[in-house]
């Protein structure tokens, strides 16, 4: 994708207004989130387990944008990465249920997306999910990890649309994924520590 210095700074800003807007936590807004314990080995395996899949979902992140820039990439090889990392995303997302109970129905609801991914409209996906239309009220903080769910299919939206793959479509799965990307930390801190 060649980008020219004009398209790539309007790609900048907007990503930085994005990365803003999309309500990062500070360490005490992080301490303050009403979390359950972890008490016993078993429990702690499975964070541990979580802290590598989150490692693998940032991995499968990125190397999604690098192909955004290789030009023999067609839309189904960016849909099966964006599948691989809702799979992935999916197992964090256990986890933050079980460490963040307050979370558990709007996270729930979140994953039955999954189910209408061949038929829902982009913009039916940004009301609903992006901007919880479609789901109950939550605190703050289950947010983060919603994204990691919610992004990825909008990839995988944004593909079945746009099979050809066009510029102003990968321009759009780039912030996608560069907007999820800015959640993987604050979940790590929200669910893993």
């Known amino acids: 994708m060649n980008l020219s210095k004009p398209s790539l700074f309007i790609c900048l800003f907007i990503l930085s207004g994005l990365a803003y807007s999309s309500g990062t936590m500070n360490e005490d807004e992080i301490n303050d989130v ?24 940032e991995i499968a ?31 964090v997302i256990n986890s933050a249920q079980y460490r963040l109970p307050q979370c558990d129905e709007y996270l729930a609801k979140t994953l039955t997306l999954k189910d209408t991914l061949q038929e829902i409209s982009h913009s039916s996906l940004e009301k609903d999910y992006h901007h919880d ?18 992004h990825p299919a909008t990839v995988i939206v944004l593909t079945r649309d746009d099979p050809t793959l066009n ?19 604050v979940v790590r801190q929200l669910v893993i520590y």
């Open 61 to 91: 992140a990125k190397k999604l944008i690098l192909n955004l820039d290789n030009e023999s990439t067609k839309a189904i090889d960016i849909s099966n990465q964006a599948k691989a990392l809702l799979d992935l995303s999916e197992n």
């Open 34 to 57: 009403d979390r359950v314990e972890v008490s016993d080995e078993e429990a702690r395996q499975r964070l541990s387990i979580t802290a590598g899949l989150l490692a693998d979902y």
């Open 167 to 185: 510029e102003k479509t990968k321009a759009s799965i780039n912030l996608e994924i560069s907007e999820v990307l800015a959640h993987t930390e």
């Open 133 to 150: 239309g479609a789901l109950p009220k939550a605190a703050g903080e289950c947010y983060h990890t919603k994204d990691l769910f919610v």
